[in-house]
């Protein structure tokens, strides 16, 4: 495909777009010009950047690109505030992106946005497919494919900034397909472009990095100066039951896993969020509510308890009502902050990689067979 051969603007930094137009004999300032066509005028079409000499627009087009994943299948929730979007690459391959709006007041079942919104959140994926696999997970059980660039991890965020206009996205989250900091230095890219004041401008504290317990990209996390959130996958406060919910767990036990929050927490002062997805009959008791109690007990943090997302695929159910509540007593009377997260787009299979498994009906691959069946497992042995 011709579009391979051509630079995506989006891919590069500030310093490789300065050299690209200084090799091309252009004026320092056409970078900064650029990056506001790309960034803040949210342009697609080199046309449209009025402002360059008609040479160096003809150039552009000639040699360079605008990275645009095009949505092949968009789900919405019924009540307008969830849309998932499976965004087809240059290579054809896929990942997924939701948009969650947050409202005070009631709204309407279209996709315009709802009166009373205070919040535009997009979730972004940074991987196809994803090399954990974790078993309750869609995308866990679609396998991995690739990395993503810099570039198609932004162009994510840039697509659904298009469609929100005239307002703005207030919160970008990757937590979409994919471990984020598998590739620490494509993602931090990514970041950079989205948290400079020249390019997309969004306040650092307004994203947040999602980890399987990637304990190398945490500790590189905790050294950069910028304030990004950081939440870690846990699911589990024990070794044997984490080893199958989380097999990254296998590489890094829940006490480096601890660790590395705890330097991260003390190091920048910032509270580390714990997402912990409760499935029925595996880890919702309430002796699983204390063991994660104990091990969090005086940890800068805040645990996201999460009803699952369920996979067709997949044994795991989500916790009943009752129980989840029953889970969140416990570790507030342990002075645990905790929140129930708002349950979004169950009924468009908004959980990460669901779309794309139905709308490829690819079977899943033999990583599902690493499973184990609640019946079959009710439970694991626990650590002495």
């Not at 391959?93 to 947050?102: D, G």
């Not at 919910?245 to 330097?263: F, G, Q, S, T």
Request: with cysteine; glycine share 6%; charged share 25%.
């Amino acid at each position: 495909m011709r579009s391979k051969q051509l630079i995506d603007l989006l891919d590069l930094n500030k310093t490789k777009l300065a050299g690209l137009l200084q090799a091309w004999g252009e004026p320092a300032y056409r970078a900064a010009q650029i990056e506001r066509w790309l960034y803040r005028e949210l342009v697609t079409d080199f046309a449209a950047m009025t402002n360059l000499p008609r040479g160096l627009r003809a150039r552009l087009q000639a040699s360079a690109r605008i990275g645009t994943p095009r949505a092949i299948a968009e789900t919405a929730s019924a009540d307008g505030l969830t849309r998932k979007s499976l965004l087809q690459l240059d290579d054809g391959q896929t990942v997924e992106a939701v948009l969650m709006l947050y409202a005070d007041a009631p709204n309407s079942p279209q996709l315009e946005e709802p009166r009373g919104v205070h919040r535009r959140t997009v979730c972004v994926s940074t991987q196809v497919g994803c090399p954990i696999g974790c078993p309750f997970c869609a995308t866990g059980q679609a396998g991995f494919v690739r990395n993503l660039t810099p570039g198609e991890i932004i162009a994510q965020v840039l697509g659904f900034a298009r469609e929100v206009r005239p307002a703005a996205l207030t919160n970008v989250v990757l937590m979409g397909m994919g471990e984020p900091l598998w590739q620490f230095d494509v993602t931090w890219q990514a970041i950079e472009s989205l948290t400079d004041s020249a390019r997309f401008g969004m306040g650092a504290r307004r994203i947040t990095i999602s980890t399987a317990g990637e304990v190398r990209g945490i500790e590189r996390m905790a050294r950069e100066p910028l304030p990004i959130n950081l939440a870690i996958s846990l699911h589990a406060a024990d070794d044997e039951l984490r080893d199958v919910l989380v097999p990254l767990n296998r590489k890094y036990p829940l006490r480096d896993v601890m660790r590395a929050a705890r330097a991260y927490a003390e190091r920048t002062r910032r509270r580390v969020t714990f997402e912990y997805a409760l499935m029925d009959g595996v880890n919702d008791r309430a002796e699983d509510a204390r063991a994660l109690a104990q091990m969090l007990h005086g940890l800068l943090c805040h645990v996201n308890l999460i009803p699952l997302n369920p996979t067709a695929a997949s044994p795991y159910k989500r916790s009943p009502r009752a129980r989840v509540l029953a889970f969140e007593r416990v570790l507030r009377q342990a002075r645990i902050p905790t929140t129930v997260r708002v349950e979004r787009g169950i009924e468009i299979a908004a959980g990460c990689g669901q779309l794309r498994q139905v709308t490829h009906k690819s079977p899943v691959t033999g990583r599902n067979s690493q499973i184990v069946s609640v019946q079959g497992m009710t439970r694991l042995p626990r650590s002495k």
